[in-house]
């Protein structure tokens, strides 16, 4: 995936040039490698600077990975829930959530995986309020909106039919990480949702 010179949505526009890079290097190697294979020093090589300088800004590696779990936890969930209209049918919200999935794979790739990776061990962190707006919550409402439309069967139990639509996401944005897929993630929203509406059926 090129390089964007936006500055991400994680790192603060007050934020030192060694702060950004801290930050950018700490995601990047968290999605790459996983948490507990990351090393202080690994961030500290792939950011240019020495150790002294991540903790110049966090008392240690776990509070820059609470940090950045935080900050990506709450910009995917407020793009995912703002893409869920109160007011608009199953289909119509299906079809923007899926839009909106694939932009974020095609753009913070990085920043989905670590959190869907990273979940079980750092969700109580987060919260209370930004726990209504996870991407379970916002499938289940999704779901319980298509049995109201008469769009989904009511044969099938609520969290099944969720934990089988955020599975195939996940899945799907691994594969794109790993160069299964060719292309954007954008190209594939239509097979996604016949997908999907195949599954819930």
Known sequence: MPASSAVPFFVAAEDPPSKREILKAGLALFAERGVDSVSVRDIAE???YT????FKFFASKDELVEHLFVECYRELSRRFAASVRTDGSFRLNLRALLEEYADVVDHELD??????DNLRRLWPRVSGRLRGT????IVQ???ERGRADGDLPVTLETKLLVAGIVGVLSQVARMVYFGEFTG???ERVDALESLILKMCR
């Not at 996870?134 to 919550?137: C, D, G, I, K, N």
Request: hydrophobic fraction near 60%; charged fraction near 15%.
């Open 46 to 48: 792939r950011a240019g």
């Open 111 to 116: 920043a989905f995986l670590f959190v869907t």
């Open 141 to 143: 409402r999704l779901v």
């Open 134 to 137: 996870s991407m379970l919550r």
């Open 51 to 54: 150790n002294p300088a991540l």
């Open 184 to 186: 954007e993630a954008a």
